[in-house]
């Protein structure tokens, strides 16, 4: 990983430290909830493939059991809108192939419960600007797939897949980028909103998004000039 690319992960995992120590004061608005566990994801993702790239792939497997049930939570989450949508619009035939139960995702064996996560994705992504009526974000269904590749990661083919390829740099340099557009397009403008009624917050965060090289060289802010 390039060093700047570095920086960027390091100052993202400050920004998640800020907002966990500080959760009380944003907790309710629903949009940030959302990404900051998308970013939280992001951030493990990249760590995954590093740790991956290094050969050493125990944390990996500790934490895969966590990422199964975090991505089944939010698998359910959108299973359940998707059904919402499908009983309004009396669409039978989508209400068939997406009514999976809680149950059924937690007794699937790794690689039923992948491709059944994957199916939610693909078909609540074909109906989002429908599904927006009933809450699903693009956050949601962008931390849905996030959850869903961190489980393939953790999953020992794949995990030697990703060994044996070019993969992991070429994921990790587009997770960076994410996670780089996630907080300039959303996450920034979201916790502006506090500049006022908690300015310590918010001042917490902002020193927190500066990157600081290595060297002790200060990189511009993003969107600093």
């Not at 100052?11 to 966990?20: M, P």
């Amino acid at each position: 990983m390039k060093t700047t690319d570095e920086n960027k992960l390091n100052a993202a995992e400050a920004v998640v430290l800020v907002l966990a120590n500080n959760i009380a004061i944003w907790t309710m608005i629903a949009a940030i909830v959302v990404i900051f566990d998308l970013l939280k994801a992001k951030i493990q993702l990249v760590r995954d493939l590093r740790q991956i790239q290094e050969k050493d792939n125990t944390g990996v497997t500790k934490r895969k059991k966590k990422v199964r049930e975090k991505m089944e939570e939010t698998g359910i989450n959108v299973i359940r809108k998707l059904v919402m949508f499908a009983v309004a619009t009396e669409d039978t035939e989508l209400d068939a192939n997406i009514n999976y139960t809680a149950s059924d995702l937690s007794v699937a064996s790794e690689n039923r419960v992948s491709d059944i996560i994957r199916l939610v994705y693909e078909t609540a992504n074909t109906h989002k600007s429908e599904l927006a009526a009933y809450g699903v974000t693009d956050e949601m269904l962008e931390l849905l797939l996030t959850l869903h590749q961190q489980f393939l990661v953790a999953m020992p083919e794949t995990r030697e897949k990703i060994t044996l390829s070019s993969t992991a740099t070429k994921n990790i340099n587009t997770l960076i980028t994410e996670i780089s557009d996630l907080q300039r397009t959303k996450l920034d403008r979201l916790i502006a909103g506090f500049a006022d009624t908690n300015p310590d917050f918010y001042q917490q965060y902002k020193n927190a998004r500066k990157i600081v090289d290595r060297g002790g060289r200060h990189e511009p802010e993003e969107g600093e000039k």
